[in-house]
């Protein structure tokens, strides 16, 4: 596609189900970021995939946040047993190779826990 | 729609010589807005918020609501503020619900 797809847009869900992010990036492009904007904060870097190397998970906030990207192409974020901070835009953004060329961000998906 | 643009893809300016980093939005309502950087190999980071109104590695940004205009300043450039920036905007429509939206970046390069 022309840019990077998220899917869904829009999740409303109840507090401790899981729920599972899907990012499709912009074809050729092997890095793959995932971040988070909380209302009234900033953006908050999650996880980053460049091309088949093991992930920087530094930023997952907790265990029950996972990642997996496969084939090097789409990504998927699963957060396990929901809790209402958990509740975030969630951004995916790809660049070309790496952390030195610019970020393409997708719409993101609006997480919301009741 | 809310619509971020960011009209420069690549500024060059020398060291020491003043910094603008435009950055134009598009809402009918009352925005917050951001500044976030990318250092070279590192992962992008808040640089200013604007309701903060404070000033970051020197840098400011003063939202202007008549020219819809929240350009990034710094008055002596320095070497290290070489990086990728980003302009964004937070939509909070007050019932749970908001979206964020990015600029597409701006690559500053600082000439020694």
């Known amino acids: 596609g022309a840019g990077v797809s998220q899917s869904p847009s829009n999740k409303v869900t109840e507090k401790g189900k899981d729920v599972e992010l899907r990012c499709d990036p912009i074809s050729g492009h092997t890095a793959l970021y995932w971040y988070r904007q909380s209302l009234g904060q900033g953006l908050e870097f999650l996880i980053y995939?460049?091309?088949?190397?093991?992930?920087?998970k530094s930023g997952l906030p907790s265990d029950r946040f996972s990642a997996e990207r496969t084939g090097g192409s789409v990504s998927t974020l699963t957060i396990q047993r929901t809790q209402q901070e958990d509740s975030a835009v969630y951004l995916c953004a790809s660049s070309l190779r790496d952390t030195n060329q610019p970020q393409h961000f997708g719409d993101g998906t609006r997480l919301s826990i009741l | 729609a809310q619509r971020v643009t960011q009209p420069e893809k690549l500024l060059s300016v020398f060291k020491g010589a003043p910094v603008e980093l435009k950055c134009n939005y598009s809402y009918s309502g009352s925005p917050e807005l951001f500044w976030y950087v990318q250092y070279s190999r590192q992962r992008l980071q808040l640089l200013l918020r604007h309701i903060s109104r404070e000033s970051i590695k020197g840098f400011t940004a003063d939202l202007n609501k008549g020219e819809t205009s929240f350009h990034l300043k710094k008055p002596f450039a320095q070497e290290e503020d070489s990086a990728m920036y980003y302009c964004a905007l937070l939509r909070d429509s007050g019932a749970g619900s908001y979206q964020l939206t990015f600029g597409k970046g701006t690559k500053l390069s600082v000439i020694p």
């Open positions: 995939f460049q091309g088949n190397s093991a992930p920087d």
